[in-house]
Structure formats: C-alpha cells, structure tokens
C-alpha cells in the first residue's frame, strides 16, 4: 500500500494480539539467532571441524543443501569475501558438477538430515573421494552417512523450522573456513555478532511500538506492494536473496531479489511497467481508483557499510529514479564492521519484517503447507 495504513497495522499494536497470531512462535525462532552462534560454535569445535584443515587447504568448497540450510553457503562465500583465494559454491539440487574431486571439500547441510537433494550430492561426492564435512540433525540418514563415511558430524539443534534455524547451520562452515586460513571470524567476531543480533531482537521485539520498531515499520510500508529487494555489495545481496526466501516462506509474499549494478541493466525497467504508478493514467476515468493505492512496486534496498563507489553512486541515482516514478522506498542499513557483523544484521532485519508483514496479513508464519502438499505430490509418483 506503498506506506498507508492498513487494516492488519491492529495486529501488530499489540504483544499479546502478535502472539496470538504467530502460535508457531517464529518470532521467538527468529530471536534465538544470537544464542545460536554461541551453541554452534561450541558443536562445531567439539566435533573436530578444524580437522578439515589437515590436508591444508581445498581447490575449491562446494556446500550443498536446500532452502533454509542451503542459504548457509552463500552466507559463508560472502563472509569469506570476493578476495577469498578458494571458490565458494552452492549446490541445490541433485547433481554435483563434474570438475567436483578429490581436491575439493564438499559440505552437506541438511537441518533434518533428510533432504534427498542434498543426500544425493553427499554420496556422489563421497563416491568420487571428495573430503567431506557434515552439518545437520542427529539420528539422521545425513549422521549416519557421515558416520559410514568416517567424515565430521556437526550436530544441529533445530529452533524449529530449518530457515529459522540459519545460524546454527550457517556457523560450523565458518569455523571450518577460519581453520583452513579462508576467514578471519575469530570468537570474538562470532560473540560481536551475537551481540549484535540480540540488539536488533530487542529493537524488533513484540511489546515495542510500531512506530519504534524498524521491522514492524518496514512490514506496514510494504503490505499489498510487490518488493524489489536490491543489495548493495555481495554480501547484501544475499541478505536480499534471504529477504525474498523470508518472504515467500514467512508470509506467503511474492518479492523479487536483485543486486547492483546487475538490476540496473534490467530489473530498473519495471519502475515504468505494469506495476508502476508512472504506468497509471491519472485521466484515465474508467481506470479502478482502488488499484492506484493497493497495489505498486515497493524498492527496498539492503544497504552494506562497504560499497564501492560507482555502486553507491548508481544506488542513489536508482533511489531518485524510483521516487520519481512514484515507487515506493525503504532502505535497511547494515551495522558492524566485520563481513559476518553485517550480513546478520540485514538478514535479521528480514527475518522479523516477513515475520511481522505475515502476521500483519493475517498469515500464520510457520507452516509451509504448499511445500508439504508438493512433496508428497512428489511421493506419490
């Protein structure tokens, strides 16, 4: 609704009507993300991640995993930086590439530990003598064939649903790529960023006042707009991938994921289309008056402490660009200094803007009955 009030703005008054909206809890799995770092760097360690580095460092890291868990390894290639002297890549789906071998550490992340996909990969990369590393729920088909595998087992403690679970699955790669010489997240910088987190929860918290809580904020500007969610480095450009996932996931939302400057040679046209309010013709006396304050293109742009200069000059030329045409803007700002520092304040910010845009729109965050219907479409084949 490009910034006006809605009739779900209620729902969000109140700590006891957000409750009631949200009986998963999914904004108390959002909040535990700092006590995440802090359980999984101790799993991680106890498990003997830095054993990944005994037979020095790896051609190149490929993680595989689906949805929430897979996400852990765009968060690790950001983190590691576009300066990192080892690749970084993400596999969702079946098939590992075939320039994957024995050269290479393959990291399967599965926050149930039976994710077919990533099982798949596991045992291809296995069967080609890959060095391996294991992140995911115990007693599982992931534990089990890690145990066959004689490879390191990172035990995950789910929060609840795996993309509330990021942290905790995200944190063990971390620690493995410190080991290897590939970041430098040391303790302290995984305790700053867990501080940090529990600064946004408390800014974000459900008792605080719509008018002071950010993400409360950003969820009412958003309702019954289309967002485009625009990074502004790498690292903000996954934050902005994880938006759109949050979106779709939390409040059963469309959004559309970008970085710059790939959008501005492409996304930017959609300011002056369908959705445009540039695109409405104000003599147009047939045309619905409902449509023009319903529905429009929503710029949100995840904005990093680092940019380089021709992208910061293109960012503010596109925010110009959008209020002209009548889209509406949002900007959220990274905080902290350290790669890891920002990456997990935008994300956090996300996490709790789809979480209150869910409730604000009467949606119950947690469940993803869509995904449950099609797997057993998928089963019964």
Known sequence: MSGGLFPGAARLESAAAIEDADPGGMLRQVASSAAQIREARRAAEEAGVAAVADDGRPRAIVVTGMGGSGISGDVLAAVCGTGCPVPIMTVRGYTLPGWVGAADLVIAVSCSGGTEETLAVAVEAARRGCRLLFVGCTDSPLAAFAAQSRAPFVPVRSVGQPRATLWGLTVPLLVAARSLGLSDTTDDVLESAAALLEDVAHRCRPASEPFVNPAKRIAMELA??????????????????????????????????????EANHNQVMAFDGYFASSAVDPDDFFRDREDDAEHGLHLVVMRDVEEHPQVAKRREASLELARGRGVAVTEIMAEGRHPLERIATLIAMADYVTVYLAIALGVDPTPVPAIQELKARIAER
């Open 224 to 261: 019954g707009d289309l967002p485009f969610v625009w990074g502004t480095s790498a690292s903000a450009e996954t934050a902005a991938y994880r938006m759109c996932c949050q979106l779709n996931e939390n409040a059963k939302y469309p959004g559309v994921f970008g970085g710059l400057p």
